[in-house]
């Protein structure tokens, strides 16, 4: 069972405090639920998008663990997964 989640990558400027956004990529990753160790909303403070809250995910164990941003909340990514199961 795997779930489909939008994870977000933010092209900032190198400089500064706070850093600027210059795009936003979007793209479609699948997941296994089983290896989600943890995930948290935080708010973004990056120009351009404050105050936008995004969720990581941390997955796996040792050497194969991870972490990555989705669009999604958690209580969307738990419904997911109650829908896959």
Known sequence: ???KLTVITRETTDTGS???L?????KAQWLNPN????MYQYKSKIIGCEGEFTTRIEFGQGRWSG??????TPEAIIELIKEAS
């Open 1 to 3: 069972m795997l779930i």
């Open 18 to 20: 706070p850093r600027t």
């Open 22 to 26: 210059i795009q936003t990529i979007e």
């Open 35 to 38: 290896t989600i160790m943890r």
């Open 67 to 72: 972490n990555f941003n989705v669009l999604e």
